[in-house]
């Protein structure tokens, strides 16, 4: 079954720095734009970062930008968020999903929320920062 799968999310204190990983399983990454969308309790859903196929082109939301650091490896299928400087407000489940290359900007497909816009979307992990 050809899906993706997240890990890394766990609890960590204010200040501290996590690295998320976006595995694809039963088909290959390398040709797909990449996206981490994060969601809290109550708030809407929102696009954290997105990177091309190639890994050229970036895209960061506001709140993260300068803490923050997408990546890819394709040689090992996988998609990296590095997250330093975390804070409470980070606190969310966070997604990954893959795109049809070519289908927007990375820009553009940060700003896609919906599951359905994608080829591929994780079931999240939980990320926690609290004292």
């Known amino acids: 079954q050809s899906q993706l799968v997240e890990s890394g999310g766990e609890l960590v204190q204010p200040g501290g720095s996590l690295r998320l990983s976006c595995a694809a399983s039963g088909f290959t990454l390398d040709y797909y734009a990449i996206g981490w969308f994060r969601q809290a309790p109550g708030k809407e859903r929102e696009g954290v970062s997105c990177i091309s196929s190639s890994g050229g082109s970036t895209a960061y939301a506001h709140s993260v930008k300068g803490r923050f650091t997408i990546s890819r490896d394709n040689a090992k299928n996988t998609v990296y968020l590095q997250m330093n400087s975390l804070k409470p407000e980070d606190t969310a489940v966070y997604y990954c999903?893959?795109?049809?290359?070519?289908?927007?900007?990375?820009?553009?497909?940060?700003?896609?929320?919906?599951?359905?816009?994608?080829?591929?979307w994780g079931q999240g992990t939980q990320v926690t920062v609290s004292s």
């Open positions: 999903a893959a795109d049809t290359p070519g289908h927007a900007t990375v820009q553009a497909m940060c700003a896609q929320l919906g599951s359905a816009w994608y080829d591929y």
